[in-house]
Nanobody, 125 residues
Framework: QMQLVGSGGGLVQAGGSMRLSCSAS????????LGWFRQAPGQEREFLAT????????FYADSVRGRFTISRDNAKFMMYLQMNNLTPEDTAIYYC??????????????????WGQGIQVTVSS
């Protein structure tokens, strides 16, 4: 069992930046690819970004490419999501997730076995 704990959310003004963090424990960290998703009220959970076990291959949803950056620090068992140029449409609960590492880029929630508890991000206009 892998445990994921997200942190770093809160309130930010439009145009601002925020960094989310996700700490992992319980499994060999480098056996897992990692991802970030978000869910706005009344909407389905949306894929944002994923990164492979080494951190060398990030992949982004079109909606955040160029504004968000996913990264991981395997020595610290940590993953991050740097979010820039935020808009009110980015307001949502953000989730970190993990899945067994593979050569396939996975963007569906069903592909991820472990989830963090959710981090509220609110962007004011």
């Amino acid at each position: 069992q892998m445990q994921l704990v997200g942190s770093g959310g809160g309130l930010v003004q439009a145009g601002g930046s925020m960094r989310l963090s996700c700490s992992a424990s319980g499994r060999t960290f480098t056996d897992y690819a990692l991802g970030w998703f978000r869910q706005a009220p009344g909407q389905e959970r949306e894929f944002l970004a994923t990164i492979n076990w080494s951190g060398s291959y990030p992949f982004y949803a079109d909606s955040v490419r160029g504004r968000f950056t996913i990264s991981r620090d395997n020595a610290k068992f940590m993953m991050y999501l740097q979010m820039n140029n935020l808009t009110p449409e980015d307001t949502a609960i953000y989730y970190c997730a993990a899945r067994p590492s593979s050569s396939v880029v996975e963007v569906t929630t069903a592909a991820y076995n472990y989830w963090g508890q959710g981090i509220q991000v609110t962007v004011s206009s």
